[in-house]
């Protein structure tokens, strides 16, 4: 995934800036951006356009913004932060039309589908090797038990805005021949308005839900992979259809194993002797223990394969291979028996080896018996 920008430096505020200054940068940048009003490339516009509501959309949220100073773009995973790629200009622009006071091309709002959420799921390699069902849990915007979405006070329903008359927009005029359209500031583009608010979400419509879901996860899914579960977002506007969920799949480190792409790397600590001459070892496996030869003359460092041992490649379904490296560990204390030995076996090599060490009063004697 591409490296994001800091999010205060792209709606170009101090870290310690104010909710007002925040919508301000927000407004003034958003609309050099708009495709009405940009005169570069479309495509430049498109891309800062939607990096500007994602900023906006965290600092602008007091409990968003905490978690991002504290713990940056990692910290926001599975926090409920909407997913603007996917979405065009209008749909952005009707999310946050509060913010400015009017329409653009004098369009009535229409059904918006419903924003993307994102969390992450984290796997052992075990669940990577067979495949796994997980559950994910999560929040997110959802309609009102109470009034069911409508906003209204049980009993009673949504009246038609006499401002606009139920359109969403009014005409202003600007002069001579010329009209300004805006958005219905009363109503604010619904058409309609709540007389008496439902006590559960206080006329929104929509509250924070608590959601419990089952994804399946194929063998041999990789690190950073993204799962889309669709119509599993939040809910559109005007019946609009609901977003999508993006599961962010996270993989446990093994305490024994390293995975490399679809094989296993196990580092195992063997004897000099058992190098010099083999012996028949244990190894952990996925699948548990399992009995590796090393033959006689293994060097540090070698690698012993296990073929198939490794994980499915989550396209073809082939398994790699488990690579077992030797790594010959040399005691840093032996016992007399140990040391004898091994002398006698370094005057069979013909080499020198350090004289057997002797004790500090030994070498203090034959110290001042030169003086």
């Known amino acids: 995934m591409a490296q994001k920008r800091d999010y205060y430096e792209v709606l170009n505020v101090p870290r310690n800036a104010g909710s007002d200054e925040i919508k301000r940068a927000y407004r003034r940048l958003a609309l050099k951006y708009h495709p009405d009003n940009y005169k570069g490339e479309k495509a430049e516009a498109e891309a800062k356009f939607k990096e500007l509501a994602e ?36 749909d952005i622009f009707s999310m946050f039309e509060d913010i400015f006071g009017f329409g653009f091309g004098g369009r009535r709002r229409v059904s918006t589908r419903g924003y993307d959420l994102e969390t992450e799921v984290e796997l052992t390699l075990q669940e990577v090797a067979t495949g796994v069902d997980k559950t994910l849990e999560f929040e997110r915007q959802d309609f009102c038990n109470t009034c069911s979405g409508s906003g209204a006070k049980p009993g009673t329903s949504p009246q038609r805005c006499p401002t606009c008359r139920g359109y969403g927009q009014v005409e202003t005029s600007g002069g001579g021949f010329f009209r300004m359209v805006r958005t219905c500031p009363d109503c604010r583009g619904k058409g309609t308005l709540i007389t008496s608010r439902c006590p559960a979400c206080r006329g929104t419509g929509r509250m924070r839900k608590k959601r419990v879901l089952s ?157």
């Open 55 to 90: 900023a906006y959309d965290v600092l602008a949220d007091p409990e968003k913004r905490q978690l991002y100073d504290r713990h940056g773009h990692a910290g926001l995973r599975g926090a409920g932060v909407h997913d603007f790629s996917s979405m065009g200009f209008a």
């Open 215 to 371: 994804v399946h996860l194929p063998r041999g899914v990789e690190e950073g992979l993204v799962v889309r579960v669709r119509g599993e977002g939040e809910p559109g506007e005007e019946a609009g259809p609901r977003g999508d969920l993006r599961c962010y799949v996270r993989i446990r480190p093994h305490p024994l194993l390293a995975r490399s792409g679809n094989h296993l790397i196990c580092q195992v600590p063997i004897t000099y002797t058992q190098a010099a001459l083999g012996a028949t070892i244990e190894v952990p496996t996925l699948t548990g223990k399992e009995n590796v030869v090393i033959p006689p003359g293994s060097q540090h460092g070698q690698a012993l394969t296990l073929k198939g041992r490794g994980l499915p490649n989550m396209r073809t379904g082939r398994s790699g291979d488990q690579v077992v490296q030797l790594l010959i560990e040399v005691p840093r204390k032996f016992s007399k028996k140990q040391e004898e030995l091994l002398r006698e076996l370094a005057k069979t090599e013909d080499i020198e080896v350090l004289p057997a060490r002797k004790g500090f009063f030994e070498k203090l004697k034959e110290y001042l018996g030169c003086l």
